[in-house]
């Protein structure tokens, strides 16, 4: 076993996991889940069959990843943050389940305790405010805090906020395109 298994942990024979993750004490990765090299899955948290994590992902503890949630690459999960994969939610379906999935990118980060709703894309280096409701897609590299979400400003890939002229605190210039925020080739000192 190429990774840390906390001996109170569950992962299923069938489950996928990286080189040099950990997991830990209370967490269950099912049969069928996927979560890549050097992640910390810690204590209790859920990742469901279908569900995908990158490499390099932290989720912070009692955080359930279910089906049709794909986390990215170097994403941060907050403690206690919630994914939807459900808009209308019975405990007996009578008809068919629609299953609406959600994409969190690469370096995006979410604060403790914040909800995502299915269906929504949260852009790259995003940061997502502790204890807010997400339900339309983020901009890459925007700060977004409340009920439901609205945009306070911008990030740098080190999340740092950027001043009005989209300079991060370490020089690194951005700029706004259709798709949010994107650094200035020849930047990479942050």
Same mark, same amino acid.
């Given at each position: ?9 569950? @992962?299923?024979?069938?489950?996928? #996991? ?16 996927? !979560?890549?090299?050097?992640?910390? %899955? *810690?204590?209790? *948290? ?7 994590? =990158?490499?390099?992902?932290? %989720? ?5 990843? $279910? @089906?049709? !949630?794909? &986390? ?26 629609? &299953?609406?999935?959600? &994409?969190?990118? /690469? ?6 305790? *914040?909800?995502?709703?299915?269906? #929504?894309? %949260?852009?790259? $280096?995003?940061?997502? =405010?502790?204890?807010? !409701?997400? +339900? ?6 925007? %700060?977004?805090?409340?009920?439901? #979400? ?9 999340? /740092?906020?950027?001043?009005?002229? +989209? /300079?991060?605190?370490?020089?690194? /210039? $951005?700029? &706004? ?14």
């Amino acid at each position: 076993m190429a990774y840390f298994q906390h001996e109170k942990a569950l @992962v299923g024979p069938k489950a996928v #996991v990286g080189e040099g993750t950990r997991v830990w004490a209370f967490a269950n990765v099912m049969d069928g889940a996927v !979560v890549g090299e050097h992640c910390n %899955i *810690c204590d209790g *948290c859920f990742i469901e069959a279908g569900a995908v994590v =990158g490499h390099h992902v932290t %989720i912070k503890n009692n955080v359930s990843v $279910y @089906v049709g !949630v794909t &986390l990215e690459d170097d994403v941060f999960v907050g403690p206690n943050a919630t994914f939807i994969n459900d808009r209308v939610p019975r405990s007996h379906h009578q008809g068919q389940w629609t &299953l609406e999935k959600t &994409l969190v990118r /690469q370096g995006a980060s979410l604060g403790a305790n *914040c909800t995502v709703m299915c269906g #929504v894309t %949260i852009g790259e $280096y995003a940061v997502v =405010g502790a204890g807010s !409701v997400v +339900l339309k897609d983020v901009p890459a590299h925007a %700060i977004v805090v409340g009920n439901p #979400v609205r945009q306070i400003g911008w990030a740098g890939h080190d999340g /740092q906020r950027l001043n009005e002229n +989209l /300079q991060s605190p370490s020089g690194r /210039q $951005y700029r &706004l395109s259709d798709r949010g925020l994107e650094p200035v080739e020849g930047r990479l000192n942050d």
